[in-house]
């Protein structure tokens, strides 16, 4: 070193663990004395500092490691335009009261900066500072250092700026002003009390403190000779835990929070309190101090400092910038992409399943889903990918699901989806015409033409909200020029393969239909018919994705039969006549006592004496303008009915004839706030045509039936809403749907039995008919539905699907 002459840049090099022990002297101007690498270490023996500027000017001194034990690591004296830049500065840990970097009066123009100080362990002895300016100094810039369980001092100081540092203090102030200094500016620093959870190196916190009976004294301190040329403002706060440490000691006045300081000394209108802990770091290879300097997301110092603060660098302590935030260390997030992406899809009508896509830079990550039902789930991140999360919901609606991820340094990021269950309630309503082509009702008052679709609205038409699912009607041919069907649908649907309605000419046909409804609201009615026909549709209940009925299939049980006098007087009922039919408490058909707000049938008119209709409806209401069944002398004809049930539990049965005919009603299930079956529409759909060239086994034979597992692989699915229609009838006949108890594995085996037929009807016909109904049908235990031909001839079975029940 005594070689070098002015102009010279002396390196210093070490390795990692190695120091030389000589103390070091400058005693010549206009050098550079710069570390190669992390460890140029001086570490000095015999109570020598490491560095000493002895009456020098212009010298700069970077990234050095300076050590001592006993004195000063860095003694300045005498010398002016000083530049320490990026140092490590610290006295051995078995040091006590000594400060660790000291500039003498004699000096002027020196600046500290980027550099780490500490004066060793805390100890109980006198207290020490990490940079000590003495009285006589001038023009001095302390900014950008970390000091850990220390502080800085100066006294009677003309011209000082401490600006942009990150002080973790022991028991003496973080930075005290003493004496009669003047031109003094507190800006922009990080001021934290050193706690016991992370430094474990130097402590010197308040209850070491306490213990050794030393004062735990303000973050800052300026004395009642300083205050006036001194300003304090931008500086952040950190307090540990239940410290109460006080923010200042201005002109010998304690404040004990901020608010008590800016009204009592018109300081630090802009200074706060910073409730989150930084992290800490290692400064150096071999060794062990951690400081607590990388702000944490939602400090209160991140890109708040002041950026006209006199002293204030353009880099931070590791060189980066834009500088912008308080204490030394720019606030840059390692893990700037943290981001999480939701999606989903529907698993049953009351389940979802959630994608997660996160991504992140960092891991450990946290998670926590809040599935907008009042339930939480921690599901396990490990790093960027997806998680995929199941849940279901107890009750149909809307929900907003939100998802919070968090990684290891304090980064937290929420995305919220809003997810609403798939499956659909039925509310009862009517029944009620929305569609009379005879009478303009709901369409121009004309026939449907060939091969032409009549679009009915059901979505706001009267009482019936937007964004209705499906829809229950009743749809009637009547007045048909020719033969042809009727395929309902829902608009904006391409139209299915599938038929709803069957007819000839002349005839007056209806059958009941679950139809999905198009998001404009509105329902299609297809006329397949290469003639013109009339069409009448009656509203008997909608499906929306909210919570109100739910529905339980029942055991197919007749709760009505006036041939025999089966839940009702034995007799046929007369002309414009009704009978009332008890539904709620029903032993038959295992209904419940109450809650039931609509039930599901089956009704069929036989032996009648001349052509009428019948209305089904609730008991205790004014008979509305709808029909179920519309029929002829002497016809045996059947049609599915939901029908809304009365205040008294009841439903009552219209006869619009002037001919008396017998009745039979069958249950299939009903609808109650208590059932937990919810609906799920979809595009129709043919599951089976015996006729097709894909089934190999022929019409079916009297007496037989045709077993289709069209739950098997959905255990939760409690009902079908089918469509079936029987043509190719070789003699008269009825049809019944049941739920078989034998499994798909059974069936190929060999080993499954011969169901047990029950005694009901679902339709019925004659020779040379092609008749439809729906049917609600319920599969058995490993989801198979049986069909039975209980007729005289063989007959060709067609089974179109709507929909479907499902309890999960």
């Not at 060189?319 to 935030?325: A, D, K, R």
């Not at 929420?414 to 029944?431: I, K, L």
């Not at 009745?663 to 595009?683: E, T």
């Not at 594995?745 to 029950?758: I, K, L, N, V």
Request: net charge negative; glycine share 12%; aromatic share 8%.
């Amino acid at each position: 070193m005594n070689a070098a002459v002015p102009g010279d840049t002396v390196q210093i090099t070490g390795s990692t663990g190695y120091f030389s022990q000589e103390s070091v002297t400058v005693k010549t101007s206009g050098i550079r004395i710069v570390g190669i690498g992390g460890q140029a270490w001086i570490n000095s023996s015999g109570q020598r500092p490491a560095l000493e500027l002895d009456g020098v000017t212009d010298v700069t001194v970077s990234n050095m490691m300076l050590e001592s034990y006993g004195t000063p690591a860095v003694v300045i004296k005498g010398s002016s335009n000083i530049k320490l830049d990026g140092d490590y500065v610290d006295l051995n840990p078995n040091t006590h009261g000594v400060d660790a970097l000291t500039i003498d009066g004699a000096s002027s123009n020196v600046t500290v900066s980027r550099t780490y100080v500490d004066a060793g362990f805390w100890g109980a002895g006198p207290a020490a500072s990490g940079i000590s300016v003495a009285s006589g100094a001038s023009d001095i810039t302390l900014a950008g250092n970390v000091l850990a369980a220390t502080g800085i001092t100066a006294t009677g100081v003309a011209g000082l700026d401490v600006t942009g540092n990150t002080i973790q203090r022991a028991c003496a102030s973080a930075i005290d002003i003493q004496g009669a200094s003047t031109g003094v500016h507190l800006e922009n620093n990080l001021l934290e009390d050193t706690n016991p959870d992370t430094d474990y190196m130097f402590g010197g916190f308040k209850s070491q403190c306490t213990a050794a009976q030393q004062t735990w004294a303000p973050d800052i301190t300026v004395s009642e000779g300083s205050s006036a040329g001194t300003t304090a403002d931008y500086n952040a706060f950190y307090i540990h835990g239940d410290d109460a440490t006080a923010p200042y000691s201005w002109s010998g006045t304690t404040y004990p929070t901020l608010a008590a300081f800016q009204a009592g000394a018109a300081q630090g209108a802009h200074d706060v309190i910073d409730t989150k802990k930084a992290n800490g770091a290692y400064l150096r290879a071999n060794k062990s101090a951690n400081v607590d300097m990388l702000l944490v997301p939602g400090s209160a110092a991140i890109n708040s400092a002041d950026p006209n603060a006199p002293g204030r660098l353009g880099s931070d302590f590791y060189g980066v910038s834009p500088y912008t935030s308080r204490g030394a260390v720019q606030y840059v997030n390692p893990n700037a992409q943290l981001a999480v992406a939701l999606s989903g899809t529907h698993t049953s009508a009351y389940a979802i399943s959630l994608n997660a896509d996160v991504t992140t830079a960092l891991v450990p990550i946290t998670a926590k889903v809040s599935w907008g039902d009042g339930t939480t789930s921690n599901p396990d991140v490990y790093g960027s990918g997806r998680v995929t999360l199941p849940h279901r919901y107890a009750k149909l609606g809307t929900y907003t699901i939100t998802v919070t991820v968090a990684d290891n340094v304090g980064n937290t990021v929420s995305n919220t989806v809003t997810a609403r269950t798939a499956g659909s309630a039925y509310t009862a309503y009517g029944p009620t015409r929305v569609l009379d082509t005879r009478t303009g009702t709901g369409a121009p008052k004309a026939k449907a033409k060939a091969h032409a679709v009549t679009k009915v609205q059901i979505g706001g038409n009267g009482g019936i909200p937007a964004g209705v699912t499906a829809v229950v009607l009743n749809v009637t041919v009547t007045r048909a020029d020719g033969f042809g069907y009727i395929t309902a649908y829902g608009d904006g649907d391409a139209r299915p393969s599938t038929s709803n309605v069957n007819f000839t000419a002349g005839q007056t046909v209806p059958n009941l239909v679950i139809v999905p409804v198009g998001a404009n609201g509105y329902v299609d009615l297809y006329n397949g018919a290469s003639a013109t026909v009339d069409l009448i549709a009656d509203v008997a209940g909608y499906f929306t994705q909210s919570a109100s009925s739910g529905y339980t299939p029942v055991s197919p049980a007749r709760l009505v039969d006036t041939r025999n006098g089966t839940g009702v007087a034995k007799g046929q009922i007369g002309a414009n006549g009704s009978f009332a039919a008890q539904i709620a408490g029903n032993s038959k058909g295992h209904l419940p006592a109450s809650g039931v707000t609509a039930v599901a049938l089956n009704v069929t008119v036989t032996g009648s004496k001349g052509s009428g209709f019948l209305t089904v409806y609730p008991d205790g209401g004014k008979t509305p303008l709808a029909s179920n069944i519309n029929y002829g002398t002497n016809q045996t004809i059947a049609n599915a009915v939901i029908v809304p049930v009365g205040a008294d539990g009841k439903i009552r049965v219209f006869n619009g004839s002037t001919r008396s005919t017998d009745v039979l009603v069958d249950v299939v299930g009903y609808y109650s706030a208590a059932s937990k079956s919810a609906y799920l529409p979809v595009d129709p759909v043919r599951v089976l045509d015996t006729r097709a060239s894909y089934w190999h086994s022929g019409p079916m034979y009297p007496g037989g039936y045709i077993y289709t597992p069209l739950g098997a692989d959905e255990p939760d699915i409690t009902a079908f809403a089918l469509n079936t229609t029987v043509t190719d009838t070789k003699g008269a006949g009825f049809l019944t749907v049941s739920p078989d108890p034998y499994s798909e594995y059974q069936y190929e085996s060999g080993s499954a039995g011969w169901p047990t037929r029950p005694g009901v009807s679902t339709l019925n016909w004659l020779r040379g008919q092609t008749v439809p109904n729906l049917v609600q049908a319920s599969p058995g235990p490993y989801g198979i539905i049986d069909f039975w031909n209980s007729g005289t001839g063989s007959v060709n079975l067609v089974i179109d699907a709507f929909g479907y029940y499902q309890n999960d």
